[in-house]
């Protein structure tokens, strides 16, 4: 269900449900309505992070509900992200919902400037939509009946002083949380509906809404082209390979990135089988595509001031009777060769192809977004995406939107020494390292070997690009990591000085 979103600064007539941001010490927005100081202390309402207490009014005025934030001194936008996040679980039945944020919604007086890591009004309203609007997401198309604890929320309102000068902010929020929404729904997708040419499809529909040049490689184009990491990857499926191209041109770019997602929109592992356990989830192989494609969906609407081109090199890794198999060796775009020891190490197959198409262009940046390993995962755990590259102002830039938008990433190296886990006895080098060690620096050592000089940063989302439970604003299944990370990303993005650095 959409759920229409307005910033205001009267509290509308209409509605079922107000919540209250309570910090620590039992601060609340003045003007908000009245919440009852003893009936908080009665119910060990403090206002720590979780406390929670729904106040039941009489027919006619809003039921309201104090929702615990933390101490004043820590509000971030994760503060307000999961205050609209609480909000609408906490919502029950209740369609026309409010959130009050009072003087929190002020802007900082005249003379008082603005400290870094502060957040403006603009900040913090966009933050309480988007929370709410991503906790409000589900995935119901493949249901007979409507799933229990859906959100009943219809109507969204933030409400503080100040409102006036907001006006952009709730379309501007709704745009952001529909992309996630679609990258989400992309990955949620049963792998055998979303093959190579349907994801293909989507995205030819997706960017003639959103203003895009798209170009489509079919199989032979791709042979053609001398994608053999893709073309050998696809191999083994009846399913024929993709690679989407996606441009977007502003009137006057600032500069121009080059994003890649990774699109194995089904890893069987191939020849090297999974397990069934392993393979459960492998319709996620595709949350980098899935997000880069979403990204580029709303670029234009949101007047990033940056050319982007976007990659999406889709595949699915089936272990049919055409498969490549183990000593297999494939020729990349740029020409370097892959010896594939294991043809379950299928993404840097296809990424390899990828990157070399986007460094082709010459672009100020190249970011790729791939569920590359395991290894990662092992490393970083579920929450946490891993970022490697070869430029520090570029690393530094993802650090700064990922500390914004709430995404983690953390820096892991890409160590020269390592290299020589990925020499091969007959190719240019082999598609897995030495075993049981680095998986994760490896597999990005290989990739480096196809941007040239070009600063680069890989972000390895295996680990969050699907969540297992349902946290606050990261619902269970696709989670559309990276998608408000790297529109972020793209709003601030400065030219790197330089292209090399030491990791
Ligand atoms: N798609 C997987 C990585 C993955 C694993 C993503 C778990 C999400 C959760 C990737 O293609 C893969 O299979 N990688 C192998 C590489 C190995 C064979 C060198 C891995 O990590 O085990
Ligand atoms: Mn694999
Ligand atoms: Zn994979």
Known sequence: MTVGTSVVSVMPEQVDLVAVPVSEGRWFPPGAPPLDAALLEAHGIKGSRGDRLWIPAPVGSPDLLAVGVGPMSELSAETFRRLGAETVQASRSARRVAVYLGQLLQSPGEGSSKSAGEMSPADRSRAVIEGALLAAYSFDSHRSRAAEGRSSVEQLVVVGDGAADLSDVAPTAERLAAAVSLARDLVNEPPSSMTPRRFAAVAQEVASQARLEVEVWDDQRIASEGLGGLRGVGSGSHEPPRLVRAHYRPASPRASVALVGKGITFDSGGLSLKTAGGMETMKTDMGGAAAVLAIMSVLAD??????????????????????????????????????????????????????????????????????????????????????????????????????????????????????????????????????????????????????????????????????????????????????????????????????????
């Open 302 to 503: 949101m007047d990033i001031p940056v050319e982007v081109v976007g990659y999406m090199a889709l595949a699915e890794n089936m272990p049919g009777g055409a498969a490549i198999k183990p000593g297999d060796v494939l020729r990349i775009r740029n020409g370097k060769t892959i010896e594939v020891l294991n043809t379950d190490a299928e993404g840097r197959l296809v990424l390899s192809d990828a990157l070399s198409l986007a460094a082709e262009q010459r672009p100020d940046a190249i970011v790729d977004l791939a569920t590359l390993t395991g290894a990662c995962v092992m490393a970083l755990g579920r929450e946490i995406a891993g970022a490697m590259g070869n430029s520090d102002s570029l690393l530094s830039q993802v650090a700064a939107s990922s500390g914004r938008t709430g995404e983690r990433t953390w820096p892991l190296p890409l160590p020269d020494e390592y290299k020589s886990h990925i020499e091969s006895e007959i190719a240019d080098m082999k598609n897995i390292g030495a075993p049981g060690q680095a998986g994760a620096l490896s597999a990005a050592l290989l990739l480096a070997e196809f941007v040239d000089d070009l600063p680069w940063v890989h972000l390895d989302i295996a680990g969050p690009a699907r969540s297992y439970d349902d946290k606050g604003y990261v619902r269970k299944g696709g989670t559309g990591f990276g998608v408000r990370l790297l529109v972020d990303f793209l709003a601030h993005f400065e030219k790197p000085s330089s292209g090399s650095s030491d990791t």
